[in-house]
C-alpha cells in the first residue's frame, strides 16, 4: 500500500491511499484547484482515482467532494447519514455515482478491503477506515472526541495509524475561541488532544502498531512542535522508543509512506 496524506487540519482535509490497482480519495474538504494541485505535486492525475472515500459530513471534510465527483465521474462512497447531511457539498451528483455503506461492515473496493468503523464526533454518523491489502493494515481516524477500547481493537497491530492530535489544552482553554466551542472542542464527541493522542499511542504501542502520523492539527490551538512533542515524550517516559512519528502537514502534501 501506498499512504499520501494531502491535506490534515481544521481547514481541510484529503488524503490518498494506493493498493494493487486501486486508488482512493479519503475526504475532499479543500477547493478543487488546491486538490488538483496537491495530486499533481505527487504525479497522480485524478483520472486514476476509482472512487472517494467520506469520513463525515462536516464542511472541511466535504468542501471539494461534488465537484470533482461530478468532473471526473467518481463514485462517492458514504454511510447514509453522512450522504444525507453532505447533499449541500455534492448537488448535481447522478444517482449512479453514490454509492452506500454500513458502518462496522467491510467491503472491497477494487483490491482494498475497508472497514468503516464508529468515531464518536458531533456529526451526523462519522467513521474512521480500516484499509487492508496482502496482510498490511493502515487504520484512518481523524475527529475523534476521545479514544475508546472498540477504537484500540480495531486498529491493533496496524502498520501505520493516521490519528487525531488536534489540540494542546492549555492552548486551547487561554485562546479566543468563545466558551460552547471550547466545550464542544473538549467534549468525548469534539476532537482528541495531544495528551490524549499520547496515551493512545501508547496502548496501540502495545498492540504492535510501530508507526503513526499525527493528524488534523488545529491552525489556532496547536503546533506540530506540540503534537509531536508531547507524544514524543509520554513514550519515552513510557520506555517506548522505537515508535516512530510524523506530524501531518496542514496545507501541503506530507509525503509519501510505503507500507
Not at 105 to 115: A, V
Not at 204 to 221: I, K, M, P, Q
Given at each position: 500500500?501506498?499512504?499520501i496524506?494531502?491535506?490534515s487540519?481544521s481547514?481541510?482535509?484529503?488524503?490518498?491511499i494506493?493498493?494493487?490497482?486501486?486508488m482512493?480519495?479519503?475526504?475532499?474538504?479543500v477547493?478543487?484547484k488546491?486538490?488538483?494541485l496537491?495530486?499533481?505535486?505527487?504525479?497522480?492525475?485524478?483520472?486514476?482515482?476509482?472512487g472517494?472515500?467520506?469520513?463525515?459530513?462536516?464542511?472541511d471534510h466535504?468542501?471539494?467532494v461534488?465537484?470533482?465527483?461530478?468532473?471526473?465521474?467518481?463514485?462517492?462512497?458514504?454511510?447514509g447519514?453522512?450522504h444525507l447531511k453532505?447533499?449541500?457539498?455534492?448537488?448535481?451528483l447522478?444517482?449512479?455515482?453514490i454509492?452506500m455503506?454500513?458502518?462496522?461492515e467491510d467491503f472491497?473496493?477494487?483490491d482494498?478491503n475497508i472497514?468503516?468503523?464508529?468515531?464518536?464526533h458531533d456529526?451526523?454518523?462519522s467513521?474512521g477506515f480500516v484499509?487492508t491489502f496482502?496482510g498490511?493494515?493502515?487504520?484512518?481516524?481523524?475527529d475523534?472526541?476521545?479514544?475508546?477500547?472498540?477504537?484500540?481493537?480495531?486498529?491493533?497491530?496496524s502498520d501505520?495509524v493516521f490519528i487525531e492530535?488536534?489540540?494542546?489544552i492549555e492552548m486551547?482553554k487561554?485562546g479566543t475561541?468563545?466558551y460552547?466551542l471550547k466545550q464542544r472542542?473538549l467534549?468525548?464527541?469534539?476532537?482528541l488532544?495531544?495528551d490524549?493522542?499520547a496515551k493512545?499511542?501508547?496502548?496501540?504501542?502495545e498492540?504492535?502498531?510501530?508507526?503513526?502520523?499525527l493528524?488534523h492539527?488545529?491552525?489556532?490551538?496547536n503546533?506540530p512542535?506540540?503534537?509531536?512533542?508531547t507524544s514524543?515524550?509520554?513514550?519515552?517516559?513510557?520506555?517506548?522508543?522505537?515508535?516512530?512519528i510524523?506530524?501531518?502537514k496542514?496545507?501541503a502534501v506530507?509525503g509519501?509512506?510505503e507500507?
Amino acid at each position: 500500500m501506498r499512504f499520501i496524506p494531502l491535506f490534515s487540519g481544521s481547514s481541510g482535509n484529503a488524503s490518498v491511499i494506493e493498493a494493487g490497482d486501486t486508488m482512493l480519495l479519503i475526504d475532499a474538504g479543500v477547493t478543487f484547484k488546491a486538490l488538483s494541485l496537491a495530486l499533481a505535486s505527487v504525479g497522480i492525475s485524478p483520472e486514476r482515482l476509482n472512487g472517494i472515500l467520506i469520513t463525515h459530513d462536516h464542511s472541511d471534510h466535504t468542501r471539494g467532494v461534488g465537484v470533482i465527483a461530478k468532473k471526473y465521474g467518481l463514485p462517492v462512497y458514504a454511510n447514509g447519514g453522512t450522504h444525507l447531511k453532505m447533499e449541500p457539498y455534492i448537488k448535481g451528483l447522478p444517482f449512479s455515482s453514490i454509492r452506500m455503506f454500513r458502518t462496522d461492515e467491510d467491503f472491497y473496493i477494487g483490491d482494498i478491503n475497508i472497514l468503516p468503523f464508529k468515531t464518536p464526533h458531533d456529526a451526523s454518523e462519522s467513521v474512521g477506515f480500516v484499509f487492508t491489502f496482502k496482510g498490511k493494515k493502515l487504520t484512518y481516524m481523524t475527529d475523534i472526541g476521545c479514544f475508546r477500547e472498540s477504537m484500540l481493537n480495531i486498529a491493533a497491530g496496524s502498520d501505520l495509524v493516521f490519528i487525531e492530535s488536534n489540540h494542546d489544552i492549555e492552548m486551547l482553554k487561554n485562546g479566543t475561541y468563545p466558551y460552547y466551542l471550547k466545550q464542544r472542542i473538549l467534549s468525548d464527541r469534539g476532537h482528541l488532544s495531544n495528551d490524549n493522542c499520547a496515551k493512545a499511542l501508547i496502548k496501540l504501542y502495545e498492540t504492535g502498531v510501530r508507526f503513526a502520523v499525527l493528524a488534523h492539527l488545529s491552525d489556532e490551538n496547536n503546533t506540530p512542535e506540540a503534537a509531536f512533542n508531547t507524544s514524543s515524550v509520554a513514550l519515552e517516559q513510557a520506555g517506548i522508543e522505537d515508535m516512530r512519528i510524523v506530524v501531518a502537514k496542514k496545507d501541503a502534501v506530507t509525503g509519501i509512506f510505503e507500507i
